[in-house]
């Protein structure tokens, strides 16, 4: 049984969905979970707007793992996915790290498998192995050192220039890096479902109705995509530019949970989010994993400490040195 089927397994025993109490305010009550339990929500900006503005800390990948090393908390609740979760187990061994949905995964950490890219690795020994932090555990166990999209370009900027790189596992945000540091690297052939499924001839069409707006995107978008962006960067990238640059309207090419942030921060300027290649009524971009957790499930996992993050002892301590390198470069 593996850690996923033991959590689930367990979520069984306790009877998790039947034992669902009459909560009429689950703010309210979620806030009291977390002074009774000494617990501290960190919340991706991708997440639910509730969930955001529950959150202790709401922020980027890289943000979220900082606070995961320097909290004091007895409980941490990731309202995330499942790769930013085990990120904060790593870090915090000793503690309890919970996700209120195990299912919260990443299309881009599963399109890089660790025998694929064992297999992939010794073709290449001479490589410095560049993970970004969108990936399992194991695939970061195999690796040098982990970046997020905020510093990836200071990470690469820290290998020897004689050392030839790999970088796993989004090949979009891999040859965008390539392009802006002018280094060549072997880009692992994964991709994020999300940022690929904005449609150029919606985008167009949406720029002949508004001529004055700038795109801005993301950089695990495809690379036509971003050639036409006025500013292309990360989460925190993306909402700073917003903040702080003189213009007044943006079309925005990442998940659309950012925009509720966005909007708090700049409410005078118009925030349009990129529209996707679907027939649906929701023409934004959003992580189904993402939006997995609901503030129902927030409240379960806190009341019920389930369900846990549960990795092997050998697998955190080979993830941890990577993800301790990466911090170290400020
Ligand atoms: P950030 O590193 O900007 O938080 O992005 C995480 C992510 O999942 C992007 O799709
Ligand atoms: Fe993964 Fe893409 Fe969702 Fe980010 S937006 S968690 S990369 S599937």
């Known amino acids: 049984m593996n850690s996923f089927e033991k959590a689930v397994s367990e979520l069984d025993k306790v009877g998790y969905l039947k034992l669902k109490p009459e909560v009429s305010d689950y703010a309210e009550a979620i806030q009291k979970?977390?002074?009774?339990?000494?617990?501290?929500?960190?919340?991706?900006?991708?997440?639910?707007?509730?969930?955001?503005?529950?959150?202790?800390?709401?922020?980027?990948?890289?943000?979220?793992?900082?606070?995961?090393?320097?909290?004091?908390?007895?409980?941490?609740?990731?309202?995330?996915?499942?790769?930013?979760?085990?990120?904060a187990k790593i870090l915090n061994p000793e503690k309890k790290v919970l996700l209120p949905d195990l299912n919260a995964g990443c299309s881009l950490a599963d399109s890089c498998q660790p025998n694929d890219f064992k297999k992939f690795l010794?073709?290449?020994p001479?490589?410095?192995?560049?993970?970004?932090?969108n990936c399992s555990a194991e695939i970061k166990a195999l690796s040098?050192?982990?970046?997020?999209s905020s510093n990836a370009l200071k990470i690469i900027q820290s290998v020897p220039e004689d050392r030839p790189i790999i970088f796993a596992p989004d090949r979009n945000l891999g040859a965008y890096l390539?392009?802006?540091?002018?280094?060549?690297?072997?880009?692992?052939?994964?991709?994020?479902?999300?940022?690929?499924?904005?449609?150029?001839?919606?985008?167009?069409?949406?720029?002949?109705?508004?001529?004055?707006?700038?795109?801005?995107a993301h950089p695990e978008s495809e690379p036509h995509l971003l050639k036409m962006a006025s500013f292309?960067?990360?989460?925190?990238?993306?909402?700073?530019h917003v903040q702080t640059d003189s213009h007044h309207k943006?079309?925005?090419?990442?998940?659309?949970?950012?925009?509720?942030?966005?909007?708090?921060?700049?409410?005078?300027?118009?925030i349009i989010a990129a529209p996707i290649d679907q027939n649906n009524t929701c023409a934004c971009s959003e992580c189904e994993y993402m939006k997995m957790n609901t503030m129902e499930k927030l409240y379960l996992c806190m009341k019920y400490e389930l369900p846990e993050i549960i990795l092997p002892e050998d697998l955190m301590q080979k993830a941890l040195a990577p993800i301790q390198r990466m911090l170290a470069i400020k």
């Open 250 to 270: 943006y079309i925005v090419a990442t998940e659309a949970g950012i925009l509720h942030e966005m909007r708090k921060n700049a409410p005078q300027k118009k």
């Open 33 to 87: 979970l977390k002074k009774e339990k000494n617990a501290v929500i960190l919340g991706h900006y991708y997440q639910e707007a509730a969930i955001q503005e529950i959150s202790d800390f709401l922020g980027d990948s890289l943000y979220l793992a900082n606070m995961a090393a320097t909290t004091d908390a007895d409980i941490i609740v990731f309202a995330g996915v499942h790769f930013m979760a085990e990120t």
């Open 178 to 216: 390539q392009k802006v540091t002018g280094r060549e690297m072997l880009l692992w052939d994964g991709v994020c479902k999300v940022h690929e499924a904005f449609s150029i001839e919606k985008i167009l069409n949406l720029v002949k109705l508004h001529p004055d707006a700038r795109i801005i």
């Open 144 to 148: 040098d050192i982990i970046c997020t």
């Open 232 to 240: 292309v960067g990360s989460t925190t990238a993306l909402l700073k």
């Open 126 to 133: 001479d490589h410095y192995v560049i993970s970004y932090i």
């Open 122 to 124: 010794e073709e290449h």
